[in-house]
């Protein structure tokens, strides 16, 4: 993890996407031609597969934080819905950083050096990821607590806490995208067999 006040142009929350030293991959292997692409293999498929579930599972915690923000469910009923959907999702994200930081990201590095700087920033994401899970797992605490006590503010910790799904939904899919865009076209170029993956 950085130690620096000033924001990192690269930073999660900050960069729009991989700068163009970092792109020369992705301009051979535009996203348009992976699905048929003779190299994208099993690992791969489902490596993004994993992201893809990632991503309607937010997209599943945005609408149940929609529908009780705006009076469609009572809050008992969307925590009853949302707390077992959230643990899935996180301890998904912490196995799921563990593999690419122990394995995925050591074995690319290794492969390609003009690449490192992305991959130092893909770990950076998963520390920043973690900060705002670890904010939400605090947030998920006082949930029972407000829904059960009478001195409890439910409406303030439903915002509090749905604000912070958010925050982690926003800087999960650009993780993701990026993630991707380094990834899937060093595979598609050297194949899975030859990274030793
Ligand atoms: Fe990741
Ligand atoms: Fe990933």
Redesign the pocket.
Known sequence: MTMSSDPNPLDLGVRTGWPPELRYLLERFPRGGWPDHPNLGDLTQFWLEIHESFRAAAVDLERRADDVREGRTVPEQYWAGAAPRMRRLLAGLGY??RV??SHVFPVLMEAEARLIRGFEV?ER??DA?HARIDRLVALSRVMPVSLTSDTGDIARSVDDLTAAQAHLAAGLRQ??AD?EDLIVPLILDRTEVVLGM
């Open positions: 799921h950083h690419e930081d893909l994401d998963h990821l993780h993701l993630e």
